[in-house]
């Protein structure tokens, strides 16, 4: 392709998505990402004199997950007013206390 779209994948990449034993939606959900993260690129490139806002855009676009302490906390918030909504019992707080000590 001679006039390729920026944010049309080359095709060494789609070579590799297609060698991927993935089904054709995920393959379609990786082109997906890649074409917005190529225009999340250009966005921020062209922001580069407003680097307090590429962050805030990055972040905004692209949010990282929940980590494991914290998913785990919220389970355990969950859990805790099934508990005590059922009336089973009044757990310690040393579940709690542990999580906290994890590092992130």
């Known amino acids: ?13 789609l070579d ?6 993935l089904s054709n939606k995920e393959i ?4 997906a990402q890649w074409g917005a ?4 690129e250009a966005c921020c490139e062209w922001l580069e004199n407003q680097p307090q806002w590429m962050e805030d855009l990055r972040s905004a676009r692209r949010p990282k997950p929940p980590s494991l302490k ?6 355990l918030d969950e859990l805790l007013r099934i508990a005590r909504q059922a009336g089973v019992f009044n757990p ?4 709690r206390r542990a999580l906290e000590a994890l590092p992130e």
């Not at 390729?4 to 095709?11: E, W």
């Not at 590799?16 to 034993?21: A, H, P, T």
């Not at 993260?37 to 999340?40: I, K, R, S, T, V």
């Open 37 to 40: 993260d190529q225009e999340l």
């Open 70 to 75: 914290e998913q785990a906390f919220k389970d």
């Open 92 to 95: 310690p707080d040393n579940i």
């Open 28 to 31: 379609l959900v990786i082109v």
């Open 1 to 13: 392709m001679t006039n390729q779209h920026p944010i049309t994948p080359p095709l060494e990449l």
């Open 16 to 21: 590799k998505w297609n060698n991927l034993s």
